[in-house]
């Protein structure tokens, strides 16, 4: 699913933020996902933009403090940060680390939106979900899981939290919050 997806995160930080001049990303290399390939997408849209990029290894949770540290003393302006179960419930807690330095955030999902960061964008999930119990369905009759086709979103969706936006400092222009599907206001 990364295909396309991470380059679209750093235009659209890009896009908000014109002036921006680097970026920094958060990856766990113990997510089974293609992250080596999320990372190195990343690289390269933020290259094509002019932008300097960093990434920074988190396993755990006691890597991510010290990590902003890093982010901040690089003189890095924004963080992507990927689908990931460490990421995931430490959602909050990472987006109070970067609303504190003031750094705005983009995630992969709307959980993450909801949860303090500034933009997330990513597949929407109600529909392959609701592709699942078809999937179930086959695999009780007795299909195998190999000859059953596998499902790529098809829609995806750009969350902007204005209150995040409020609490970093920064201004999201009318013509990039119009892009978002849904605005926390």
Do not use: C
Not at 56 to 64: G, T
């Amino acid at each position: 699913m990364g295909v396309d997806v991470a380059p679209k995160r750093v235009q659209l930080l890009k896009s908000a933020f014109p002036d921006l001049l680097s970026v920094a990303m958060l990856f766990d290399p113990v997510v089974a996902y293609n992250v080596v390939r999320e990372v190195e997408e990343t690289r390269l849209a933020a290259n094509k933009l002019g932008m300097s990029f960093e990434a920074f290894e988190a396993r755990v949770w006691d890597d991510v403090e010290p990590i902003f540290q890093k982010i901040v003393d690089h003189h890095l302006a924004a963080v992507i940060v990927p689908q990931g179960p460490m990421f995931f419930n430490e959602r909050r807690r990472i987006a109070q680390l970067a609303i504190d330095r003031k750094l705005p955030t983009m995630a992969a999902s709307d959980v993450f939106t909801d949860g303090g960061f500034l933009m997330s964008y990513g597949a929407d999930w109600p529909p392959l979900f609701k592709a699942v119990p078809s999937y179930v369905d086959k695999l009780l009759k007795g299909a195998k899981p190999a000859d059953l086709p596998v499902q790529q979103p098809t829609s995806f969706e750009f969350i902007i939290n204005m209150q995040t936006a409020k609490s970093v400092g920064v201004q999201i222009p009318a013509s990039i919050q119009l892009l978002a599907g849904r605005v926390i206001e």
